[in-house]
């Protein structure tokens, strides 16, 4: 029990302060069409006036201090860029969310709200579901009618926070006025639970680790906020079984949907429904989860504003470093404040170019793909496992274990430097031992002493230039959505495979960027199974269960999903007249 003006209040109820600069109203309750009431939190600048609104609506509990609930993440990012932490006590950040420390001295109001069953918020967890999805539409039509409110509403995260965003701006919410989704996935299935149709472990263990663990009602285990000392999921505090009993089986209910079916397309985005102006920024080392959104989003959304920013280390230093923020300020001080900041001569395109030890350099483009992309196909050849200019004429075939390393084929040491920049594809012809087979593509650079060269990724400090995937039964390919760069797969049956018989696959290999030196190679590996760094481990982070091994933990490694009977049989690449597998690479001119 807290006293405030005399008046006895219970933890967890609204209260409001003025403290470092800033008016808070913690735990703001916010009615949905249902009757639950969410709780926000509400960082604006002190006195009277009408600001605009940054808003995000996710599940990681609103109040758990960012140094808390990802002590490795934060201890890094702070050590290695102090700008981060630099000019603000660092008392309110959280999780992939604007520091109200810096922005509310910008004029924004700064709002945080925890969604259906998460922290503050009673209610059924169930996230990117189309009631949380509606939750968000009803957040943010609250924020634009505040008094303290402009009427003008952005929406500004990272992950989670912005995946939700190309979600929400699908139902066209009247007062949303600007979004910059930071590293944001957007495809349910092709993103996210089910790469090329192989369903991806990391949800089921995202949730363990990351959700569960702040549901409303988990009392202490949930852990006290920093700021103000009360409970970061609630007041109320229930057992375990009712903890279970509020929350959906979110790992389960994944597996149950192998196909891209209504399940998934009710979390995707309706790209020709988001108009609203977009500021998306893709990590080129975030593969597994979101960068494939953030270009989809560039090239697909209705958009007439939007742009398109690529950076890389990890997926949420640049959010937070003078860098990201500074971009942010400039792109909603244009769309929310209406300021003539020359916003609109940013180019459209803007790349951080990956070189090898991770020197990054700027550079504006004008749209994406860039449009002096030269295509070009590098075919594999059986005879020496090479990468070449010319198709191989040789009938032949190669054989691998099906859930094993495959094989690798690279290119002669480069004779001039060359970067590879844009979206990347691969066709194979491929039989299997059985009714069917998964390939792991990875498109990997080697020094000219054959070691192989790896990046600090989003996640997995080992991280190889690209990765795509295929289920072979999945094969089937849209016609209106599928281009040469970036073959488009319908995933809405299977077609299994006759044992021996070779079909024809397009891969899509996520979008990329690398200027490779002199003397190094390319390199593409067809796998059975995720990628593994040969050089050893790159530890662990707190948030999630496994070793960083290569992947990060974005594995494809569930039993059920690849019974041993299915995919642990040989599968073999087919080269012929007829057939002939290769790489194709965005490569870029010399500027």
Not at 65 to 76: K, N
Request: a negative charge; charged letters at 25%.
């Amino acid at each position: 029990m807290h006293v405030s003006g005399g008046q006895p209040r219970r933890e967890g109820e609204m209260r409001s302060e003025e403290r470092d600069g800033m008016r808070i109203d913690w735990n703001v309750p916010i009615t949905m069409d249902d009757g639950l009431v969410l709780r926000a939190d509400v960082f604006r600048p002190l006195g009277e006036g009408r600001h605009p609104v940054l808003l995000t609506c996710g599940p990681y509990a609103k109040g758990l201090a960012f140094q808390d609930g990802y002590p490795s993440a934060w201890e890094r990012m702070v050590r290695e860029h102090p700008d981060v932490a630099a000019g603000s006590s660092n008392l309110y950040q959280a999780w992939e969310v604007v520091d109200p420390e810096k922005w509310v001295p910008e004029g924004y109001a700064c709002v945080r709200v925890d969604s259906r069953g998460a922290g503050c918020s009673p209610g059924y967890v169930d996230p990117f579901s189309p009631r949380e999805r509606k939750d968000f539409y009803d957040c943010i039509e609250w924020a634009g009618v505040q008094p303290w409110s402009s009427g003008k509403v952005g929406l500004n995260g990272i992950s989670y926070f912005g995946t939700n965003q190309w979600q929400v701006a699908s139902l066209q919410p009247p007062h949303l006025s600007a979004m910059c989704v930071w590293e944001g996935a957007a495809d349910w299935y092709r993103d996210m639970t089910h790469h090329g149709g192989i369903l991806s472990t990391f949800w089921a263990n995202w949730y363990d680790m990351q959700v569960k663990t702040v549901q409303y009602g988990a009392g202490e285990r949930g852990k006290r906020s920093r700021a103000h000392g009360e409970l970061v999921c609630g007041p109320e505090v229930l057992s375990e079984d009712a903890l279970a009993a509020n929350r959906c089986d979110f790992g389960g209910e994944i597996r149950a949907h192998p196909l891209d079916d209504d399940y998934h397309k009710a979390r995707s985005p309706d790209w020709s429904k988001i108009t609203v102006p977009i500021l998306s920024a893709a990590n080129w080392g975030g593969q597994g989860l979101h960068p494939r959104g953030n270009f989809e989003a560039f090239t697909r959304a209705a958009s007439k504003d939007k742009w398109l920013e690529v950076h890389g280390i990890e997926h949420w230093t640049h959010f937070y470093t003078d860098y990201g923020r500074t971009l942010q300020l400039r792109f909603f001080d244009h769309f929310l404040k209406g300021e003539a900041n020359g916003w609109d001569a940013q180019p459209r395109v803007l790349l951080q170019v990956r070189h090898p030890g991770e020197r990054f350099v700027e550079r504006a483009e004008a749209d994406w793909p860039l449009p002096d992309t030269r295509w070009t196909k590098l075919f594999l050849d059986p005879q020496d496992g090479a990468l070449r200019d010319e198709a191989p004429s040789a009938a032949a075939t190669l054989t691998f274990d099906a859930l094993g390393d495959g094989l690798t084929f690279l290119t002669p040491p480069l004779a001039a430097e060359t970067e590879i920049t844009g979206p990347v594809a691969a066709k194979l012809f491929v039989s299997s031992s059985t009714e069917d087979a998964d390939l792991f593509l990875v498109l990997r650079i080697f020094a000219p002493d054959l070691k192989e060269v790896t990046f600090q990724g989003a996640i997995d400090p080992h991280t190889p230039i690209a990765q795509g995937w295929l289920r072979a039964s999945h094969r089937k390919l849209d016609p209106e959505l599928t281009l040469p760069w970036r073959p488009y797969h319908t995933h809405d049956e299977e077609q299994k495979l006759t044992p021996g018989a070779p079909v024809e696959l397009d891969v899509e290999i996520w979008p990329t960027s690398i200027v490779v030196p002199a003397g190094h190679r390319i390199g593409l590996s067809v796998r059975g199974r995720d990628y593994v760094y040969p050089g050893g481990s790159g530890g662990r982070l707190s948030n999630f269960k496994n070793e960083l091994t290569g992947c990060g933990p974005f594995l494809h490694d569930d039993p059920a999903d690849r019974p041993a009977a299915v995919f642990g049989g040989r599968t073999t690449l087919h080269f012929s007249a007829a057939e002939q597998p290769y790489l194709l690479l965005p490569v870029i001119p010399a500027r």
